[in-house]
């Protein structure tokens, strides 16, 4: 199946019971069981419920995958891959990522004795990093804040001849305009809370993986952790997706269109979006995605927090806040709001400075997302 197929189909046959084509709620904490240690294969909704298993089948068809994990938060599924690895392992990061994988990988991780580089968005980069103990690297392509992209073949490539596991992180490009496992990719990691959500309305993390053996320790670590979203939660998640791809499409175009905008405005300095033909990244997203995204970032002509600020009141349209991916177009100052838990000193050096401005762009008419961001830029 195709993927505008798959986001309506995907793990969710009609109702055995009253043929209801949209998948039940099944708003219960335990099951009744038969006998002793003879369950119809669930026993308490922590280890498993039917309504999460539909949304974890039905994302691992999404991506390629065999194998899904549901999460509480993006988080929590995060934490949860690192929780399969030991203090001593070596872990190969971008640089640019999100604050809070960040801080889970400083704060929480890194004292318990994991060892974390972080590299900039070059194959050669990762490579060059590998020690005798490095295990994992970690990308996230596009990257947040800065709408880089990394090669997942070449570094899946090069991480399979040193038996080097590799996650991406494909919040911001969704199954729909990419497809991690198939360039050699060992896990993919969402937050679903973005755009496969996609209203901002709930939160959600995911795992999409082959291997087997990897997925069943760390489905012993979701059920001993117990970071799994409720019934109503995986509900949600799965009337999202029924939407995504076509909402992918429409922030796809609205982007390409405000990403021109902005790259001609002389209020703006630099603008970061692959589906620029004069962004560095526009080759290689024409090589490993199959859509551009909806996520811009910009700098702001002599920016900083006070400018930032004087220009986020004149929108109208536009709200300042976190998060991204849904519907309704969103503003942030990572230096401040999403990525403020990294020291200063590290963000400058990756390229967050006070005049860069992350845009999630949404589905509304572009027209009047143009005018809006015209209106506050000409105020500045």
Not at 315 to 337: F, Q, R, T
Request: one cysteine or more.
């Amino acid at each position: 199946m195709k993927i505008k197929t798959k986001v309506i189909h995907a793990g969710q046959e009609p109702d055995k019971t009253t043929g209801s084509v949209i998948p039940p709620v099944y708003l219960t904490s335990t099951y009744r069981q038969e006998a002793v240690s003879m369950h119809k294969g669930f026993e308490y909704s922590r280890t498993g419920n039917p309504t999460r298993k539909v949304l974890e089948d039905c994302l691992a068809e999404l991506e390629s995958g065999s194998l899904a994990l549901a999460f509480a938060s993006g988080m929590a599924a995060e934490h949860a891959v690192l929780s399969t690895f030991r203090p001593g392992d070596h872990i190969v990061a971008c640089g640019d990522m999100y604050g809070g994988t960040y801080r889970l990988f400083e704060e929480v991780f890194k004292p318990m004795g994991f060892e974390f580089s972080y590299v900039g968005w070059e194959a050669s980069e990762f490579t060059q990093s590998i020690k005798e103990n490095t295990k994992l690297f970690w990308i996230e392509s596009p990257t947040n804040p800065l709408i880089r992209l990394i090669d997942i073949r070449a570094v899946a490539d090069a991480a399979a001849q040193k038996r080097i596991r590799v996650v991406v992180d494909n919040t911001f490009a969704t199954p729909v305009f990419q497809q991690p496992l198939q360039l050699g990719a060992d896990l993919v990691i969402h937050s679903t809370t973005k755009y496969i959500g996609g209203h901002s309305d709930l939160i959600g993390g995911a795992l999409i993986l082959n291997d087997r053996e990897w997925y069943e320790r760390i489905k012993f670590i979701q059920n001993a952790v117990g970071a799994v979203p409720g019934a109503f939660d995986s509900w949600l998640m799965l009337r999202g997706i029924k939407t995504l791809a076509v909402r992918m499409k429409q922030h796809e175009e609205n982007a390409l269109k405000i990403a021109a905008f902005l790259e001609e405005h002389p209020k703006v300095s630099e603008v970061s979006y692959p589906g620029l033909e004069s962004s560095p990244w526009y080759e290689l997203a024409g090589r490993q995605m199959s859509g551009f995204g909806g996520m811009v970032s910009f700098k702001l002509k002599g920016g900083d927090l006070d400018l930032a600020n004087k220009f986020f009141k004149k929108l109208k349209v536009i709200a300042l806040a976190e998060s991204l991916g849904g519907v309704e177009s969103l503003i942030n100052y990572p230096a401040v709001m999403t990525h403020g838990s990294i020291p200063e000193e590290k963000r400058l050096a990756i390229g967050i400075t006070g005049d860069l401005i992350r845009l999630s762009v949404g589905i509304e008419d572009h027209g009047d997302l143009i005018g809006d961001l015209s209106r506050a830029l000409s105020s500045l």
